[in-house]
């Protein structure tokens, strides 16, 4: 039972474009959401995170969109540049279990 | 380092052997996890310390899997009677509180032979 989605494999972006990577989650417990990313043979590193109170947080070229109706959480990176290429998951908790449940990742490549 | 660092990076041992993961987590970070992440997938919780507390081990696969934090810094991973299944990186994280962003180390690939 995947409690959290990411449907799109993989995705493909030019260099100076938006890149969208979407989530989906199930469970309506869940109040905080994160985006990790990650490179081969590296751990994932945290990028932004949202708790359930907001449904929108920016940092920098990332900004996060929750839709807690829709259970659907985005990721906007703009303007997508090559290093931005690499695996991204989204996460997500309870307030009251800390381990982080993760979905299978989205690999963005960001073309010249 | 100021960085989770992980050890070995790599492990490679025969069906039936017992082995050991290290993590030193972030100096002064209260809660350290661990998880295990299997090709194509994302990462999948074992368990979480809170100092020496082992608060979860709801996510350990087997009791050959076996995790301790004796003074509440260094976390040691043991899995005994290693099996094909066990092949996988394992990754250890840790974080101020329990519902702080986790950072996460390298990871340790394991395979089992």
């Known amino acids: 039972d995947q409690q959290v989605k990411q449907n799109s494999p993989s995705l493909s972006v030019q260099e100076g474009r938006i890149s969208i990577l979407n989530c989906d989650y199930t469970?309506?417990?869940?109040?905080?959401f994160l985006w990790y990313k990650k490179y081969p043979a590296e751990g994932p590193t945290f990028l932004i995170s949202?708790?359930?109170?907001?449904d929108k947080n920016e940092d920098g070229r990332f900004t996060v969109f929750l839709n807690k109706s829709a259970k659907h959480l985005s990721l906007h990176i703009v303007p997508s540049q090559p290093g931005d290429s690499a695996v991204y998951f989204c996460?997500?908790?309870?307030?009251?279990?800390?381990?982080?449940?993760f979905g299978t990742g989205t690999r963005l490549q960001v073309t010249l | 380092g100021a960085g989770v660092s992980q050890s070995p990076r790599y492990k490679v041992a025969k069906r039936g052997q017992d082995v050991a993961l290290r993590c030193d987590p972030i100096?002064?970070?209260?809660?350290l996890f661990w998880y295990q992440q299997a090709l194509g997938q994302g990462p999948e919780f074992l368990t979480y310390?809170?100092?020496?507390?082992?608060?979860?081990k709801s996510g350990l696969p087997s009791d050959r899997f076996f995790a301790e934090r004796p003074e509440g810094s260094v976390s040691t991973l043991k899995i005994q009677r290693t099996q094909q299944e066990d092949s996988a990186v394992y990754l250890c994280?840790?974080?101020?509180?329990?519902?702080?962003?986790?950072?996460f180390g390298d990871g340790t690939r394991l395979s089992i032979l």
């Open positions: 994280a840790s974080s101020w509180t329990g519902n702080q962003p986790q950072h």
């Open positions: 469970n309506s417990m869940f109040d905080y």
């Open positions: 949202i708790s359930s109170i907001k």
């Open positions: 996460a997500v908790h309870t307030g009251t279990a800390s381990k982080l449940t």
């Open positions: 100096s002064g970070h209260v809660s």
């Open positions: 310390f809170q100092n020496e507390a082992q608060l979860d």
